[in-house]
DNA sequence: CTCAGATGGTTTTAGTTTGAAACCATCGTG
DNA sequence: CACGATGGTTTCAAACTAAAACCATCTGAG
């Protein structure tokens, strides 16, 4: 971990949060504490990762304040992995591939889970990215700008 | 690669793509993608990663249909790497990534790039995810419908 | 009290992956 | 026709992954 930093000491916006994350395997333990998973034997049991794995997975969460540890729950003597606000911060991430998924990785008639409002059942909308006017715009509509220099181009 | 399918042989809707994307290199060159670059050694350059790994990745990028090559551009002989609409489609995923970046892995005061509208240079608004009726919706406020059957909740 | 089972890990060990460096092939140019 | 630029592949040591075995703690049953 954080052996990413290849050829510039400072990572980019985009590789510093990738690199705090850790791997895929942690990212589906964020999707199932959204889900309302707490425990460590929840996660190893819905993910069917290795337990040395999982335990690492966790570990790495925590270091980076991702998920925290809360004393107990249910009175057991045991401590649970619950999301910090940094954590939840990963909602729309993970709303954006599981939609990218959607698009692309179902047949147009296969069945997929579907993420719905709890108020009414409807599905929620597409994620949509806004100009300030409240134009939908797309990658090429946007670029990035450098820090306090003037020019750059594309989504870096 | 494709070693994921842990205890199911049909992978969640998360799992899925995380599975095709293959890991954060590839994310990145997708990212350096949107940016324009094409060319292998743009590539490698801009990432820093060994030519062997980078090789990798986007033969991998390109059998699951994020990547294609084109046969020419400015006349040289060589091929170009370009996103496919699969490709272009993970535009979101990219956003959300550096948004969450940008709230939790710099100081308030800190510089970093910025993506902005291209037509007038302000900052894009943050990614919200909507319910049918408009409301903006967080984790809390959804929960995920099975294939055909009922129940289920969370984000899973 | 003691023993078995549940929970939550760590250690061990083999296999896979990574990545730096060296090597190789092709094209275009002087 | 030698040479640099480009775009890779091969080699090999080091790091990481993952399955299985092991270990520690707590709980309830007898």
């Known amino acids: ?28 333990i964020v999707r199932d504490a959204f ?48 999301l910090t606000e940094k954590g939840r911060g990963l909602f729309p991430l993970l709303v954006a591939l599981r939609q990218w998924g959607e698009d692309f990785f179902f047949e147009p008639d296969e069945a997929h889970v579907l993420l719905v409002d709890r108020k009414n059942g409807l599905p929620v909308r597409r994620l949509e990215l806004r100009a300030q006017d409240g134009r939908v715009v797309g990658a090429e509509d946007t670029m990035v700008r450098l820090p306090q220099a003037s020019a750059g181009k594309g989504i870096a």
């Open 35 to 82: 889900d309302g998973l707490r425990r460590f034997g929840e996660f190893q049991k819905s993910l069917g990762l290795a337990k040395n794995i999982l335990s690492a997975r966790l570990r790495n969460l925590l270091a980076h304040g991702i998920m925290e540890t809360v004393p107990a729950a249910d009175g057991s003597p045991y401590q649970e992995y619950v």
């Open 1 to 28: 971990m954080a052996k990413r930093v290849s050829h510039r000491d400072s990572m980019c916006g985009v590789a510093r949060p990738l690199d705090a994350i850790g791997d895929w395997w942690s990212l589906l």
